[in-house]
């Protein structure tokens, strides 16, 4: 993303308080793998539109 890394960590921060206060379910699209393993429960692998796998954010990073 095109964001610095210290205002990605906010926004990272603010994703988890608004996860963690309203207790919704969330899609997030990201290229970032630290995304997945401090945001997501589960991640789902796309190609060329299709759902290639479903892992845990541990799973996908040791996949890495």
Do not use: W, Y
């Not at 206060?21 to 793998?33: A, C, G, N, Q, W």
């Amino acid at each position: 993303s095109a964001l610095d890394i210290q205002l990605k960590k906010q926004a990272r921060e603010l994703l988890k308080t608004i996860l963690k206060e309203r207790k919704t379910p969330m899609l997030l699209v990201s290229h970032d793998p630290i995304d997945a393993e401090q945001l997501a429960k589960q991640v789902v692998i796309l190609e060329k539109g299709q759902i290639k796998a479903t892992q845990t954010p541990q799973d996908f990073l040791n996949n890495l």
